[in-house]
């Protein structure tokens, strides 16, 4: 299958700092991306879709301000989480449908465990 | 996408096949029936799908009841690999349609 790509696995941050989480698709052109984000013995929700070259569409309840996603090109997207705070610690997965791909099948990401102190 | 309803947790020997069910009584007929597993601290991993008709692949079986309210994933011989949470999901196959996720069932494969 597709293989999606997401750096860096883990990160520790201080509170105020900003992260940066890349992904990308290694050997399909992504048209669209999405992230999600999931705590702790919870299950995946999704924060916002992308779609290459276009403003990304953020699920009720996400700030766009704080998550800043960018999907400039058909195989990375990032996500930015700004300020970060110890209430955004959690683990955030990417998930990509490529244009040559059928509809059918989403890939995901290894996923990102941040940890804000 | 429909809701499915999953058990949270089931328990299946090693070796032995797991059987883990999944009911989508309101699915419409465009819906798929996707399977996805997410082992600890990793990204979910695509399993099996289909439509009306009963899919096998090197993962897994499943088996789709004729009224398509229900399914089941079949793991013929779970390994302690296989322990995970297991995510049913109803989808259609849009453009740019994600996967919603429910709770998943959480799979224990025991010696």
């Known amino acids: 299958g597709a293989v999606v790509s997401q750096h860096p696995s883990w990160v520790i941050c201080k509170s105020g700092t900003s992260v940066k989480i890349e992904c990308r698709s290694l050997?399909?052109?992504?048209?669209?991306m999405f992230w999600y984000r999931q705590f702790p013995k919870q299950s995946l929700m999704l924060m916002a879709t992308?779609?290459?070259?276009?403003?990304?569409?953020?699920e009720q309840g996400v700030e766009k301000d704080k998550f800043l996603i960018n999907h400039a090109s058909l195989t990375l997207s990032t996500l930015t989480v700004t300020s970060a705070h110890p209430e955004d610690s959690s683990f955030y997965i990417c998930?990509?449908?490529?244009?040559?791909?059928?509809?059918?099948?989403?890939?995901f990401g290894s996923g990102t465990q941040l940890s804000v102190l | 996408d429909a809701k499915t309803t999953q058990p949270p947790s089931m328990d299946c020997a090693e070796g032995r096949a797991a059987n883990l069910p999944c009911n989508h009584s309101?699915?419409?007929?465009?819906?798929?029936v996707y399977w996805y597993r997410q082992i600890h601290s990793q990204g979910p991993q695509y399993i099996i799908h289909?439509?009306?008709n009963n899919e096998t692949n090197e993962m897994a079986s499943l088996i789709i009841t004729e009224d398509r309210k229900s399914s089941t994933l079949i793991l013929p011989h779970a390994t302690l690999r296989d322990t995970a949470v297991y995510y049913c999901?109803?989808?259609?196959?849009?453009?740019?349609?994600?996967?919603?996720f429910g709770g998943g069932t959480r799979l224990m494969v025991k010696p």
């Open positions: 998930s990509a449908r490529g244009s040559r791909e059928t509809n059918e099948k989403l890939f």
């Open positions: 050997d399909f052109q992504a048209t669209t």
């Open positions: 992308s779609n290459e070259g276009s403003k990304a569409t953020y």
């Open positions: 309101t699915i419409s007929g465009n819906e798929y």
């Open positions: 289909g439509l009306k």
């Open positions: 999901i109803a989808r259609k196959n849009n453009a740019g349609n994600m996967l919603t």
